[in-house]
């Protein structure tokens, strides 16, 4: 496959990644994708689109885009990515570890409010009159 089938438009990225323009220049302006321009047209390499799948996951985790921007810098060091691996992974627990106690406080807040929701609703019921037949 030449350097040329390889390239994809912004409209093209936007249809695989699910994403918007706007996104994908916003992620250009922070130096997150470097697409070739042409003119005012843009073209995203194979890394680029490897960066854009890293960038989507890490959003989803909650992380940051400088943290994301670190990982995708640490790709170049040349050690095998064995510092972007490391990296990521404590990240990644540390990520995982403020998740879970989201998670865990999620839990505490929904079940008091099912308490108050069940609470509201006897006192709904306890305040309704039967009502009379018409006479």
């Known amino acids: 496959m030449t350097e040329t089938q390889e390239l994809m ?3 093209r990225m936007c249809d695989t990644f699910e994403v918007t323009p706007r996104t994908l220049r916003f992620y250009e302006a922070k130096e997150l994708l ?5 003119g005012q047209k843009r073209l995203f390499t194979r890394r680029d689109r490897a960066r854009l799948k890293l960038i989507l996951r890490g ?15 640490l790709y170049d060091l040349g050690d095998q990515q064995q510092t972007q691996l490391v990296k990521a992974h404590d990240l990644a627990r540390e990520r995982l570890t403020a998740m879970e106690t989201q998670r865990a406080e999620l839990d505490v807040a929904i079940d008091e409010l099912r308490e108050q929701m069940e609470w509201a609703a006897k006192l709904i019921g306890s305040n309704q009159e039967p009502k009379k037949a018409a006479e």
């Not at 470097?34 to 042409?38: A, D, G, K, L, S």
């Not at 959003?59 to 810098?73: A, H, P, T, V």
């Open 34 to 38: 470097f697409p070739i321009r042409e």
């Open 9 to 11: 438009t912004i409209r």
């Open 59 to 73: 959003k989803r985790f909650g992380f940051s885009l400088e943290e994301i921007r670190q990982l995708l810098d």
